[in-house]
């Protein structure tokens, strides 16, 4: 069974705070992909990053960082030096090749306070 | 480009009535996806197009079905409505299926009275 878990329901920060969002995620497939997705209150799912099963490189775009373990079966979210604007629910998701749909996680919901 | 659009963007019905959304895919994408989105149960995926042949459906009732069309266009249709399906039903697409990023749309809002 496939299965991806957000631990955390809700993270409330200060703006220019560090924030990591955790993902775990379960699949006995060895080629598989995982997604994090960014839902402001406006409700369009915006893509943020991809990620294959065979690429275990770190990846750092901006202020947003990713960690991929799959050692711990893991794919985190860092925000650098966080900002208002990214007040949103986080989604991480999995697909592995013939599934044909993501199985997302429950979100996490990131409120930046000024 | 232009976006995935959905139509309509709000919706109104009432139980036992039927209702049709639809979905246009970014140009070029063939794969379409839609998906459930509650504050209970989060997203839940409903189906997946490729080509016009649905690939895949999640476990919702037989009241549930969709299609694609050959411009990759795609509609959604919920017979029968209950309250339990108001909900934000999103649809995505991508080129070539769900392993690629999905694109998408700013959903629809089904409410049922």
């Known amino acids: 069974a496939q299965k991806v878990t957000q631990a955390q329901t809700e993270i409330s920060v200060v703006e220019k705070e560090d924030v990591t969002l955790d993902c775990v995620y379960e699949?006995?497939?060895?080629?598989?992909?995982l997604f994090w997705y960014k839902q402001p209150p406006s409700g369009e799912l915006v893509f943020l990053i991809r990620?294959?099963?065979?690429?275990?490189q770190n990846e750092i775009s901006g202020r947003y960082s990713w960690n991929f373990q799959k050692s711990t079966s893991s794919f985190n979210f860092t925000i650098t030096a966080s900002q208002v604007v990214d007040s949103a629910v986080y989604f991480c998701?999995?697909?592995?090749?013939?599934?044909?749909?993501?199985?997302f996680g429950t979100g996490t919901r990131l409120k930046v306070l000024a | 480009k232009a976006g995935v659009t959905q139509t309509p963007r709000y919706l109104i019905k009432t139980r036992g009535q039927q209702v049709t959304l639809s979905c246009s895919p970014i140009?070029?994408?063939?794969?379409v996806s839609w998906y459930q989105q509650t504050p209970g149960q989060g997203l839940q995926f409903l189906f997946e197009?490729?080509?016009?042949?649905?690939?895949n459906k999640g476990n919702f009732p037989g009241r549930f079905s969709g299609r694609q069309f050959s411009n990759s266009r795609s509609e959604m249709n919920v017979s029968t409505l209950e309250l339990g399906d108001s909900a934000l039903y999103l649809c995505?697409?991508?080129?070539?299926?769900?392993?690629?990023?999905?694109?998408f749309g700013p959903g629809t809002r089904l409410t049922v009275t």
């Open positions: 995505a697409s991508s080129v070539g299926g769900t392993t690629y990023e999905q694109y």
């Open positions: 699949t006995r497939d060895t080629t598989y992909y």
């Open positions: 990620r294959n099963s065979f690429d275990e």
């Open positions: 998701a999995l697909t592995t090749s013939g599934t044909y749909k993501y199985i």
């Open positions: 140009s070029g994408h063939r794969s």
């Open positions: 197009y490729f080509s016009e042949t649905q690939r």
